[in-house]
Every structure is written in structure tokens, then in C-alpha cells.
């Protein structure tokens, strides 16, 4: 299995640019979360989906950030217009959340290391 | 609500050391406990797990054990080596919700 694919790896972007996220989960997994590290404020996170769905947003900091999960295969976490403190790493997670299952195992992507000028 | 306390680091050890990470939690009910590591430059990666009450997981010689009386999971190895060096999260996922409450990870820096 290829695992969970990001990207970009690395983005630099000016403040004030959009900034879109990319994930690809693992096949046949049916949630999705999106977590942000900073040395400052550890490991959040941002929102979650079960089949496409967004379940909980609670953690998305502002009207700046967004999320959208079109299809199983795919989300975008997009921030516009960035600002210098959205510099931070964005990893994505997948799990496959059924009834039976108890407490599934989260699988981390690689991340995108975001820096805003 | 749900928490995840881990010893704060680094954590400088000697080829060969003991090794012991300290981990406790606050949960509702019965979470399911989890030990990830973060190498340099990457993602996170399991390590090892336990889901319920005295269940012991292991990886790549690394262990922890649930105890529930002391609301623990502390993350042991015998014998580290220097490709050990990373950040550890202790990590629990509580019965009602889907998400995963992180420590805020401890650095362990193995030289040789």
C-alpha cells in the first residue's frame, strides 16, 4: 500500500496567497483528518471526515481555512489568504472506521511544511 | 476533558541505555492507547498500540503497557541505538469520539 500521499511537500508562499493542501488517503479507508504541528502548540487537530463528511470542525482556527472532501479518494485544506502564523506542517491521517472496529488506528502522510512570508 | 501528559524531554541517552518515556492520561470511559514516533523531516508513524486494560503492545523492541489503575502507558525499550533518535507521542483515542488526544511529545536523543 502506498499509504497516506501529501502535497505538496514543501510550499512557500507569500501572505496573503491561497494556499491548497492535498491528500490522498489510504484505499478503503473511510475517515480523514487533517492535524497541524507547531513547536508552540503541538499536535491539533483541524477538522475530520467519516465518508466524505465533515463530522468535526471545531478545530479549524478561522474563516481563513477551509476543507473539502469531494470524493474518497481526496481532500484539499485550503487557507486564504495565509498569514505568516499559518507556518506550520500539515499532516493528513486516514482510518477505516467501521461498527465492529473498535478504536481504529490513525496512518499519518508525510506532511506539507508550509512557511508564510 | 481527555488528555495526554508525557515526561518532557529531551531525553539524552547512551547507545545501549534503558529507556523509559513516561506517559499518563485522563479519559472517560476505556480509550484505546497509542505510542507514534516522528523521525526527522517525516510523518508520524505507529509504533505500537493497546486497546484495552493490561494489554501490552510492542514494536522494534519497544513496549508499553495499558494499566488503567495508574492511567499510564509509559513507552520502554532495553537496549536503544542511535536510528532510535525521534520524537515519541503517546496518544489516546477515546471510546465516544473519533479523535486522537496527542502529548506533546518527547525528543529522544541517543548518541553513541
Known amino acids: 500500500d502506498a499509504g497516506v500521499i501529501q502535497s505538496p511537500r514543501h510550499e512557500v508562499t507569500e501572505m496573503g496567497q491561497e494556499v491548497t493542501l492535498r491528500c490522498k488517503p489510504i484505499s478503503g479507508h473511510n475517515s480523514l483528518f487533517w492535524y497541524r504541528q507547531t513547536m508552540m502548540r503541538g499536535l491539533e487537530l483541524l477538522i475530520y471526515f467519516n465518508n466524505n463528511v465533515p463530522i468535526d470542525d471545531s478545530g479549524m482556527p478561522e474563516d481563513r481555512f477551509s476543507a473539502k472532501m469531494p470524493n474518497a479518494s481526496f481532500s484539499t485544506l485550503k487557507i486564504q489568504p495565509s498569514e505568516p502564523r499559518d507556518s506550520a506542517v500539515y499532516f493528513c491521517a486516514s482510518s477505516l472506521r467501521s461498527p465492529g472496529l473498535a478504536k481504529e488506528t490513525q496512518y499519518f502522510g508525510p506532511g506539507t511544511r508550509l512557511l508564510v512570508l | 476533558g481527555d488528555s495526554v501528559t508525557q515526561m518532557e524531554g529531551p531525553v539524552t541517552l547512551s547507545e545501549e541505555a534503558f529507556l523509559t518515556i513516561n506517559c499518563t492520561y485522563t479519559?472517560?470511559?476505556?480509550?484505546?492507547l497509542f505510542w507514534y514516533v516522528q523521525y526527522p523531516g517525516e510523518g508520524l508513524q505507529l509504533l505500537l498500540k493497546a486497546t484495552k486494560a493490561d494489554d501490552k503492545g510492542s514494536n522494534k523492541g519497544f513496549e508499553a503497557t495499558y494499566r488503567k489503575e495508574t492511567t499510564s502507558f509509559h513507552l520502554e525499550k532495553g537496549s536503544v541505538q542511535v536510528s532510535d533518535s525521534a520524537v515519541y507521542f503517546c496518544?489516546?483515542?477515546?471510546?465516544?469520539?473519533?479523535?486522537?488526544?496527542f502529548g506533546a511529545g518527547t525528543r529522544l536523543a541517543v548518541h553513541p
Open positions: 496518544a489516546l483515542l477515546s471510546g465516544g469520539y473519533n479523535k486522537l488526544i
Open positions: 479519559a472517560t470511559g476505556y480509550p484505546s
